[in-house]
């Protein structure tokens, strides 16, 4: 009878322990397949995402080539003729129409270059990204009077294509929204190579913003942004009150370089 208790016992225990184990297996397996839904969501909105901003920057060069090879080449040719009027139409000159019809030609030139240079710079596809970034400091410098401290550190750094384009228009958006709201003196420009990850830094000593306020309308640009630096499987932190200027600083994962 003891023999019997005892087997009984055991067997019970056995069952028991089985069946604690089953669901805790079950458990974990269901955790798993959460886990996994939630990742394959997650990279559907990435590849998305990527989809949206590949065609975004697709458009960009499209118009950038029509802006250059068209109206810059119309605007050219119109420059010839004036001057060909010039020399015949000596009349032109004593009225100064020559003058002023070619001063507004050339402010529509430059005007065409600009918009070209922000659509797609030159630079960032010949030079590479360090020197795309330089080149924008000195824009900030020249054109918008702006004292800026930059230093890129890209040393043995092999990223592709996009994301370099990716990291420019970073950089561009964030010094955009310095030049339109910051009310900037100015300003600090930094990409740290840390090997595993960059660490990309800009300050300003501007006027500031209740961020609080601004982020659920991704006001200043904030939501671009955040999606250039989400599809980089980056992390963006930003710090910034009222009349105390703003400091943003993204890390941007190296381990996991994305192919694109």
């Known amino acids: 009878v003891v023999f019997l208790i005892l087997l009984g016992a055991t067997i019970f225990l056995v ?5 604690k184990k089953n669901k805790e297996l079950a458990r974990q ?11 394959l969501e997650k990279e559907k909105k990435i590849l998305s995402m990527a989809s949206m901003i590949d065609g975004q920057e697709s458009e960009r060069i499209r118009i ?6 068209g109206i810059g080449g119309l605007l050219t040719s119109v420059r ?40 797609m710079p030159s630079v960032l596809r010949l030079e590479g990204l360090e020197v795309a970034l330089e080149d924008l400091c000195t824009r900030l410098r020249e054109v918008h009077d702006l004292k800026v ?4 550190d890209f040393r043995e750094l092999n990223i592709s294509e996009t994301q370099q384009t ?10 955009n929204n310095i030049v339109k709201h910051a009310n900037a003196t100015e300003v600090l420009m930094q990409v740290n190579n840390y090997g595993d990850h960059l660490n990309m830094i800009i300050e300003d000593n501007g006027q500031g913003f209740a961020f609080d306020k601004l ?11 955040q999606s250039r630096v989400d599809f980089l499987s980056g992390e963006m932190e930003i710090s910034t009150a009222a009349g105390d200027g703003t400091s943003i600083s993204i890390n941007i994962p190296l381990e996991e370089k994305r192919e694109v």
Do not use: C, M, W
């Open 15 to 19: 069952l028991n322990y089985r069946l």
């Open 29 to 39: 397996h269901r955790v798993i397949q959460e886990q996994k839904i939630n990742n």
């Open 64 to 69: 950038a080539k029509d802006l250059h090879d």
């Open 80 to 119: 010839t003729q004036i001057k060909r009027i010039e020399k015949e139409v000596s009349i032109l000159s004593e009225f100064d129409l020559y003058k002023k019809t070619n001063q507004l030609i050339d402010e529509a030139a430059t005007e065409v270059r600009r918009i070209s240079q922000n659509l």
């Open 149 to 152: 401290d930059s230093h890129f």
């Open 166 to 175: 990716f990291i420019y228009r970073i950089f561009q958006e964030l010094t």
């Open 215 to 225: 982020e659920p309308q991704g006001g200043l640009g904030l939501k671009s942004i």
